[in-house]
């Protein structure tokens, strides 16, 4: 392995899609990559995937077997993913020079917010592994729902503490002017406070102020990396911020390339 993408976010943000397409990207780029699938309650997946935690995990015998509903069922199946960690490794030694993709749980806290999560980032994939946290572009696209996901992202990040890229996701459904001005929130965090300020009128004004102050100082303002994974756009971005991290740079991955 030369990296891992772990990919979460809230339950409808196009994950999986995602995952699907942005193996395809890698693909036809030329780089070796795998997707993995951590997702024990998946019904239906958008790709193939390489190694797949169903074969290894079945919701309806953790349902008969402790006579649980479905969504019980997905949270001891969540937590049944650690003890399976060793069978992905040995499953993930076979890719050397692979990128991994992860696929997570669709719904967010099975993943972020179970005890186990962040062993099961350092089981599989040590040192070489990053997050993508996918957000919603339309849900993004107002000033309430952008703070709410870069809160969310925070909170994430606190759990897993490793490298993490905001994904602006969808933006196939939102025009280029709302993605312009969404980065610009990015780049001047006191234009999203006038902004959130006009969106919601009266509000506790210091609690607000206090958190996009909290988001300068702390990174969690820091870059969205605009994406569309029905369109197949953006994926260059995401790439050269992984090659960034795995390997210091762009120019190590060419030569990666032609070997
Ligand atoms: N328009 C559009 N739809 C998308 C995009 N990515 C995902 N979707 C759709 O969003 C829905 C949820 O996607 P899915 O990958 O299952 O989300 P997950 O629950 O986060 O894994 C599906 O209907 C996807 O087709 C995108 O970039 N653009
Ligand atoms: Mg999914």
């Known amino acids: 392995m030369i990296g891992s993408l772990f990919v979460t976010g809230p339950a409808g943000t196009g994950k999986s899609t995602f ?16 997707v993995v699938n951590l ?54 030694d076979l890719y050397e020079d ?37 957000s919603d572009a339309i849900l993004s696209n107002m000033p309430s729902g952008f703070i709410s996901q870069k809160m969310l992202f925070g909170s994430v990040f606190s759990r897993f503490y490793v490298p993490m890229i905001f994904v602006l996701n ?7 002017d709302d993605v312009e001005k969404i980065k610009n929130w990015e780049e001047y965090p006191d234009l999203l406070y006038d902004e959130f300020e006009n969106e919601k009128g009266e509000m506790s004004k210091d609690y607000f102020l206090n958190v996009i102050n909290a988001f300068k100082q702390s990174d969690i303002i820091n ?37």
């Open 39 to 92: 997702d024990p309650g998946a019904e239906y997946l958008p790709y193939q995937p390489d190694i797949d935690i169903r074969e290894m995990i079945s919701l309806n015998d953790i349902m008969s077997q402790y006579s649980l509903g479905p969504n019980g069922a997905q949270i001891v199946a969540s937590d049944l993913i650690i003890d399976n960690a060793q069978k992905i490794k040995d499953k993930l």
């Open 98 to 134: 692979y990128y991994v993709i992860f696929d997570t749980p669709g719904q967010i806290e099975l993943f972020a917010f179970r005890p186990g999560s962040p062993l099961i980032v350092e089981a599989l994939a040590g040192k070489m592994g990053m997050l993508a946290f996918i």
């Open 170 to 176: 969808k933006i196939d459904l939102i025009g280029a």
């Open 19 to 34: 995952c699907g397409a942005f193996k395809d990207w890698l693909v036809q780029n030329d780089y070796d990559v795998i």
């Open 223 to 259: 870059k969205v990396s605009p994406v569309s994974s029905k369109d197949m756009f953006g994926f260059d971005d995401i790439y050269s911020d992984m090659a960034n991290y795995f390997q210091g740079g762009e120019d190590t991955d060419t030569g990666y390339k032609e070997e």
